[in-house]
């Protein structure tokens, strides 16, 4: 496969970790380096950066944006199950979907933006989960004949806690109910996820692995409570097993793969990569489309980030750092050497690419590879405070879209980010709020 195609893929969680590392007199505002781009509102992560000036990959970037906004039929290779009849469907405006299941369609492009990965105990002898035999790794709802398959259905159990000042706070956690013919959900490992946003991937796809394993810690052996680790997955393109880098649980080596794997799981779509020419079978869409819907995510722009010379603001990174976020949301990273722009962009996406254990309250009950039921793959924060106009004044937050706000997806982390999450707890009203006007900034 052409080498300018090398994919990776996507999702939020908000672990909050720690570093020594200060940068209290750094400027963050250019969040994607050179990638910055300030168009107004969503218009700033669909169109090429700026400073892509070569005009092949601004015409393969255009043209990629009509694949990923068209909305699909059966002529084109569409289910017969499927979730969604396009990839902008399931990334409204790039964003998050939004939360929920529908019981009823009225047309292909009214699909859910939320799916459920399922599995079988055990795992296949690549690592992968084990599949449900006539169903896969997901729970494809839709069928082009009209007819729903899983009766999925999500409500919500609450509960409530206090900050340390008495400031009483509600959260959320889900409750999935699912329906399979022939067996118990109880014997179905599963995990309920929300679409993430299509923020600055193409640049997680340029970083390294060595940049990336430079960060981890298994054994915690700097004692800092961290034991951040990478998920070695296949690459379907190269053959190896490489880093993960995309999806919640870091399971997708590269951009492309992530893409083909959304196309095929979430669209029913065959693909080079999945279950395509490969396996014997026609695949409906070529190399040459997957080229152009990477050459979309990887070249558009990355929205700047704001306000970083307000006083509250800039009270607010200094306790991102002094709390430790940053031992995993690590703030500065550089690309690798590309064949394009993004070579060598020194980049603040807020992320170590790296599993984390983050406790019992946002464990699924489904691995995915070598990362656990409690385990997940630091988010990208570089986009955040862009959520609610993606949103459209919906923005949902964590794997699964439980938090409503920034502050909920804080207080649900443990594990490795226990201590972090009470010291933020335990954080005077004025500072929890600095540090969410720090975090909305981005």
């Given at each position: 496969?052409?080498?300018?195609?090398?994919?990776?893929?996507?999702?939020?969680?908000?672990?909050?970790?720690?570093?020594?590392?200060?940068?209290?007199?750094?400027?963050?505002?250019?969040?994607?380096?050179?990638?910055?781009?300030?168009?107004?509102?969503?218009?700033?992560?669909?169109?090429?950066?700026?400073?892509?000036?070569?005009?092949?990959?601004?015409?393969?970037?255009?043209?990629?944006?009509?694949?990923?906004?068209?909305?699909?039929?059966?002529?084109?290779?569409?289910?017969?199950?499927?979730?969604?009849?396009?990839?902008?469907?399931?990334?409204?405006?790039?964003?998050?979907?939004?939360?929920?299941?529908?019981?009823?369609?009225?047309?292909?492009?009214?699909?859910?933006?939320?799916?459920?990965?399922?599995?079988?105990?055990?795992?296949?002898?690549?690592?992968?989960?084990?599949?449900?035999?006539?169903?896969?790794?997901?729970?494809?709802?839709?069928?082009?004949?009209?007819?729903?398959?899983?009766?999925?259905?999500?409500?919500?159990?609450?509960?409530?806690?206090?900050?340390?000042?008495?400031?009483?706070?509600?959260?959320?956690?889900?409750?999935?109910?699912?329906?399979?013919?022939?067996?118990?959900?109880?014997?179905?490992?599963?995990?309920?996820?929300?679409?993430?946003?299509?923020?600055?991937?193409?640049?997680?796809?340029?970083?390294?692995?060595?940049?990336?394993?430079?960060?981890?810690?298994?054994?915690?052996?700097?004692?800092?409570?961290?034991?951040?680790?990478?998920?070695?997955?296949?690459?379907?393109?190269?053959?190896?097993?490489?880093?993960?880098?995309?999806?919640?649980?870091?399971?997708?080596?590269?951009?492309?793969?992530?893409?083909?794997?959304?196309?095929?799981?979430?669209?029913?779509?065959?693909?080079?990569?999945?279950?395509?020419?490969?396996?014997?079978?026609?695949?409906?869409?070529?190399?040459?489309?997957?080229?152009?819907?990477?050459?979309?995510?990887?070249?558009?722009?990355?929205?700047?980030?704001?306000?970083?010379?307000?006083?509250?603001?800039?009270?607010?990174?200094?306790?991102?750092?002094?709390?430790?976020?940053?031992?995993?949301?690590?703030?500065?990273?550089?690309?690798?050497?590309?064949?394009?722009?993004?070579?060598?962009?020194?980049?603040?996406?807020?992320?170590?690419?790296?599993?984390?254990?983050?406790?019992?309250?946002?464990?699924?009950?489904?691995?995915?590879?070598?990362?656990?039921?409690?385990?997940?793959?630091?988010?990208?924060?570089?986009?955040?405070?862009?959520?609610?106009?993606?949103?459209?004044?919906?923005?949902?937050?964590?794997?699964?879209?439980?938090?409503r706000t920034i502050p909920e997806a804080i207080l649900w982390h443990g594990g490795e980010a226990l201590a972090s999450r009470e010291a933020f707890r335990k954080l005077p009203k004025q500072d929890r709020e600095a540090l969410v006007a720090f975090l909305r900034s981005l």
């Open positions: 496969m052409n080498s300018t195609i090398r994919f990776i893929s996507h999702a939020l969680l908000l672990p909050i970790c720690f570093s020594g590392e200060l940068v209290a007199a750094e400027d963050l505002t250019n969040l994607g380096g050179s990638f910055t781009a300030t168009l107004p509102g969503r218009h700033a992560i669909q169109v090429a950066a700026p400073f892509v000036t070569n005009v092949d990959h601004r015409t393969k970037q255009l043209l990629g944006f009509s694949l990923f906004h068209r909305v699909v039929g059966a002529d084109q290779g569409l289910g017969p199950r499927f979730n969604n009849a396009s990839c902008a469907g399931c990334h409204i405006n790039n964003g998050r979907g939004r939360v929920g299941f529908k019981q009823h369609f009225s047309t292909l492009s009214s699909g859910n933006g939320m799916v459920v990965r399922v599995a079988l105990k055990g795992s296949d002898l690549d690592g992968s989960p084990k599949d449900l035999p006539g169903i896969g790794e997901q729970l494809q709802e839709r069928h082009l004949l009209g007819k729903t398959s899983y009766n999925l259905q999500l409500s919500w159990r609450n509960t409530r806690g206090r900050y340390g000042d008495g400031t009483s706070y509600q959260l959320r956690s889900p409750i999935l109910k699912f329906r399979i013919p022939g067996r118990n959900q109880r014997s179905v490992l599963h995990t309920l996820l929300m679409t993430p946003t299509v923020i600055g991937v193409g640049l997680i796809d340029a970083i390294s692995e060595e940049t990336i394993l430079k960060q981890s810690d298994p054994d915690d052996l700097n004692r800092d409570g961290i034991s951040g680790r990478a998920n070695w997955v296949p690459n379907r393109s190269s053959g190896r097993i490489e880093v993960g880098r995309f999806g919640f649980k870091a399971s997708q080596p590269t951009l492309v793969q992530q893409t083909a794997a959304a196309l095929f799981h979430d669209m029913g779509i065959t693909n080079p990569l999945f279950n395509g020419a490969a396996a014997g079978v026609s695949a409906e869409t070529s190399t040459s489309e997957l080229e152009l819907l990477f050459f979309y995510q990887a070249l558009a722009g990355i929205p700047p980030a704001r306000d970083q010379e307000q006083p509250q603001v800039a009270r607010g990174k200094q306790l991102f750092q002094a709390l430790n976020c940053s031992g995993c949301h690590t703030m500065n990273v550089t690309t690798g050497a590309t064949e394009d722009e993004r070579a060598l962009q020194t980049i603040h996406p807020f992320t170590d690419l790296l599993l984390h254990d983050l406790g019992p309250g946002l464990a699924s009950t489904r691995g995915d590879f070598g990362a656990s039921a409690r385990e997940w793959r630091t988010t990208p924060l570089w986009g955040l405070g862009f959520s609610e106009v993606l949103a459209e004044g919906h923005a949902r937050y964590l794997h699964d879209g439980r938090a």
